[in-house]
């Protein structure tokens, strides 16, 4: 079946520095959603990507979908202490019918 | 705040026994997904459905259950339950099942304990 991977799995920086996170699918997704969840919170929807190449950015946040349409990346600039928290990647593939997520790299960002 | 609901908030609980567990989607939400979350693990679907009908199956154990009413609103049914059940449910909600439409929105989640 359909396997979403997120690497690292934990990511500690200092505040200020930069931080990405890269998801790889098994299989060709239709898109990808990227989510955020707070310590003790829901996740939270932050953006989607449906074409090939693609790249969006919201302020700090840069996300963008590979060409093969099998992986992503999200890129903050100059973290800040409000970024912490564990970013997934979620998809569904263009066969199946299950929505995936990742693992989630968890980032502790430290002051 | 979301627009999901889901009650109760925390559920305690011995093994065996059996708890249900309920989601109201967002006013205009046709589609609802059920979601395990372990402690410090990721988001585990369990299943989906859309306008009353199952749309997808995931990881959903056979002692689980789950549907969606006529007015949207969902059940998760969890039964004889053991001690690795204990997690946060997550139910959430969207529009529709493809492109802008699946965005999901989440619930504040229901804190199971198994004890």
């Known amino acids: 079946g359909q396997q979403v991977m997120q690497i690292p799995q934990y990511q500690h920086v200092q505040e200020g520095e930069d931080f990405t996170t890269y998801c790889n699918s098994s299989t060709t997704l239709s898109n990808i959603q990227w989510y955020k969840q707070r310590p003790g919170g829901h996740p939270v929807f932050l953006i989607q990507?449906?074409?090939?190449?693609e790249v969006k950015k919201q302020k700090r946040l840069t996300f963008q979908f590979g060409e093969a349409k099998k992986n992503s990346s999200l890129h903050i600039t100059a973290t800040q202490t409000t970024d912490v928290g564990t970013y997934f990647c979620a998809g569904r593939d263009n066969y199946g019918q299950n929505f995936v997520f990742g693992p989630g790299t968890r980032l502790s960002v430290l002051p | 705040d979301s627009g999901v609901t889901q009650t109760p908030k925390h559920l305690i609980t011995a093994t065996g026994q059996r708890v249900t567990l309920r989601c109201s989607p967002r006013?205009?939400?046709?589609?609802v997904y059920w979601y395990q979350q372990s402690l410090d693990q990721g988001l585990q679907f369990l299943i989906q459905y859309y306008n009353g009908e199952e749309r997808a199956k995931g990881n959903i154990l056979e002692r689980f259950s789950a549907q969606q009413f006529p007015d949207l609103h969902s059940e998760l049914n969890l039964s004889s339950l053991e001690l690795g059940d204990s997690a946060l449910y997550f139910c959430?909600?969207?529009?529709?099942?493809?492109?802008?439409?699946?965005?999901?929105?989440f619930g504040p989640g229901t804190r199971l304990l198994v004890l």
């Open positions: 990507l449906v074409k090939s190449g």
């Open positions: 959430a909600s969207s529009l529709g099942t493809s492109g802008p439409k699946e965005t999901q929105y």
């Open positions: 006013s205009g939400d046709l589609s």
